[in-house]
């Protein structure tokens, strides 16, 4: 019988020999070097740019930019990494919008801690996947301490968990869906039979997110009961235990109660105490959506302003908004760690159910199979400047906020919709002697608009009470008093500026 040769030798033949592109493409033993180089150059231009930014924005258009992309042609490399970034430069960085610069208040996005970005080297490198301890190791542990910390701050108590989303909408999806399954569970008849009747109660500005998911999970949008507003834009737990009576009284039933603890446009913290009441005396599930506040679980001086969120059954938090950290860093937490299981799976390839409790596969617990490894750079963040360096850059951002919104009162023609709360301003240009005209009630796109294309300043609207309003969302510690003044004195500028010229129209006419 001849003896048969090793399999290693067999494949280490020149039949099985490689042409050396794998080595030059693609990272490994051989490249990792060359990569190192690369990743700092790259580092070098990012750095370069964000230093040189005069602006957060250049205010390019849709269709200068298209053009420019729509001249690349994508079957044709150009043939090394310095190459294809220099185009890259021109193509994205140059006209990029810089959430850094001081006179960006525009969105939800804050300028981003070191730490966070250095640790994204480490991510991205590794390329690790969270799904299963035997894909990530140290990892899963890493981010089941981050968890463990973050549930700690919001007292959710020992029996706590959750996992790491991509972004609060991801972490609202899954607060809903473990409320739909908690509900649902050993009910008889189909679906849809079990689901008819049951309804999600959130404020009139929560997150669309809310909406969505119920749709996504088979209720409708018109299953979440949209609760109204006191002045302060905060849900009205009286409303709510009247909607509630009412609803039961009809045969519904309270499937979730959704808080907001900080609303998109007002930063509107919603009364915990008493909508957790209420969802425990209507059997509800608790959701507490603080994918914008939670920054005030750190926060030295105002973490008071979240009493009542240690009764929630489950809590979105954003790190990438409250806790500078890069895009996407969010969670979801739970009080009872076992309701996680409302929505595990077990593939036989992957966390068979014989591991079940054994192996800490972090896929039990989560929505999405492959997930990067995110919760690494809060982990170096933490590690770096410590937990209480993030709340009080939180606490600065508000104490912008309330100071920003002192200048808008202060100015006779600024107007004010609402109280400042977290770190939004929300308000409107009025010209004197043109209050309630709809000409200057249309002026918040088009002062919005003109300062995106000066680049002098980028900020957002809204619309209330079907007027549309401007509104400057201060995430940046960075930002002085001095940049908002300057950013109001635009704002003003431009709006003398087109009611001006809107009122010699007027006359011409």
């Known amino acids: 019988m001849t003896p048969q040769r090793p399999l290693a030798q067999t494949l280490s033949s020149p039949a099985y020999a490689s042409d050396g592109a794998a080595a030059r493409h693609l990272l490994g033993a051989e490249s ?6 690369e990743f700092g150059a790259a580092a070098r231009m990012a750095a ?9 924005t250049t205010g390019p258009g849709p269709a200068a930019l298209r053009a420019r992309l729509d001249a690349v042609d994508l079957r044709t490399p150009l043939g090394s990494t310095e190459a294809a970034l220099e185009e890259a430069t021109e193509l994205y960085l140059r006209d990029a919008v ?4 001081p006179r960006y208040a525009a969105h939800l996005n804050c300028p981003v801690a070191v730490p966070a970005v250095v640790a994204e080297a480490l991510v991205t490198t590794v390329n690790t996947s969270m799904d299963t301890w035997d894909q990530s190791a140290g990892a899963t542990l890493i981010e089941q301490r981050l968890i463990d910390w973050a549930a700690d701050l919001a007292e959710l108590g020992p029996e706590a968990d959750g996992v790491f989303t991509s972004g609060g909408t991801a ?5 809903m869906l473990l409320a739909r399954n908690a509900a649902v569970a050993g009910a008889p008849g189909s679906l849809p039979e079990r689901l008819a009747g049951l309804r999600i109660y959130a404020s009139a500005d929560s997150h669309f997110s809310i909406s969505t998911s119920a749709s996504l999970l088979g209720m409708g949008a018109d299953a979440v009961v949209a609760i109204p507003v006191d002045s302060m834009h905060r849900m009205d737990a009286t409303a709510l235990e009247r909607a509630l009576a009412d609803d039961r009284a009809a045969g519904l039933r309270a499937l979730a109660i959704v808080a907001t603890a900080g609303t998109t446009d007002f930063g509107a913290i919603d009364p915990l105490p008493a909508l957790g009441a209420l969802a425990a005396a209507y059997g509800a599930w608790f959701h507490v959506d603080a994918a914008y506040g939670c920054g005030l679980l750190a926060s030295p001086r105002h973490r008071g302003m979240l009493s ?6 489950s809590v979105t938090v954003d790190f990438h908004k409250s806790f500078f950290q890069p895009i996407g860093s969010s969670a979801i937490l739970v009080r009872d760690k076992s309701s996680l299981g409302l929505v595990s799976h077990h593939a036989e ?11 800490p596969n972090q896929v039990d617990k989560s929505l999405a ?14 590690r770096s400047i410590g937990g209480q360096a993030i709340g009080e850059m939180f606490d600065s951002v508000m104490e912008l906020a309330a100071e920003a919104g002192d200048m808008v009162q202060d100015h006779p023609e600024l107007e004010l919709a609402a109280p400042v709360q977290l770190s939004t301003v929300v308000f409107r240009y009025v010209p004197a002697g043109r209050d309630g005209d709809g000409a200057v009630e249309s002026l918040a796109n088009v002062i919005r608009k003109a300062l995106y294309e000066s680049g002098e300043a980028m900020v957002a609207a809204t619309t209330v009470n079907g007027v549309r309003h401007l509104k400057l969302t201060l995430l940046n510690p960075q930002t002085a008093p001095r940049d908002v003044a300057e950013i109001l004195d635009a704002v003003v500028a431009h709006g003398r500026r087109l009611s001006g010229e809107r009122a010699a129209s007027e006359v011409n006419a």
């Open 32 to 37: 990792a070097e060359r990569m190192a180089e």
């Open 48 to 56: 370069r740019s964000i230093a040189g930014a005069a602006g957060p």
């Open 98 to 101: 810089y959430f850094h610069h």
């Open 171 to 175: 972490s609202n999806m899954q607060a």
């Open 308 to 313: 009542g969120i240690e009764n929630a059954n």
């Open 349 to 359: 390839y992957l966390n068979p159910a014989a591991e079940a409790g054994r192996v």
């Open 369 to 382: 199979t492959t997930r990067r490894f995110d919760a690494l750079k809060l982990w170096v963040t933490l």
